[in-house]
């Protein structure tokens, strides 16, 4: 399974606002809970307060990301054609060439790796 494909799969309710963290299902269905930041948090309030809002009076659905356009055979959850095509748009405007949301997950490993030297924290 792809990590957009992940991200696509989260409900409002796997979001703790109160001890700030995510419970994500991963692979072979095991679930793990990530603390966020507070930033983080603050963007999904705005998403939840701005944006969801709109699109759950389309979509009775518990995803945490739905989608804005209706389409002909869909439940309203974000699909993760949909992430990519973001991601490829935000590429394009900042002129970066030949990156995937996938490739973005192995930098930001190395990067954790050359500051902490501290394989396991990105094992986790």
Not at 23 to 47: D, M
Not at 81 to 110: D, F, L, M
Request: hydrophobic residues 35%; contains cysteine; proline residues 2%.
């Amino acid at each position: 399974m792809r990590r957009t494909a992940v991200v696509v799969k989260l409900n409002l309710d796997d979001v703790d606002f109160d001890n700030r963290s995510l419970k994500v299902l991963e692979k072979g269905g095991i679930t793990h809970s990530y603390k966020i930041s507070r930033e983080w948090l603050q963007a999904i309030r705005e998403y939840l307060e701005h944006e969801r809002e709109v699109d759950v009076e389309k979509w009775q659905n518990p995803a945490l990301f739905l989608s804005a356009r209706t389409t002909a055979h869909g439940d309203g959850r974000l699909q993760s054609k949909a992430v990519n095509e973001v991601w490829n748009q935000i590429c394009e405007k900042a002129g970066v060439k030949g990156k995937t949301p996938h490739s973005a997950r192995h930098a930001i490993r190395r990067h954790i790796i050359e500051k902490t030297e501290n394989v396991a924290a990105v094992q986790r």
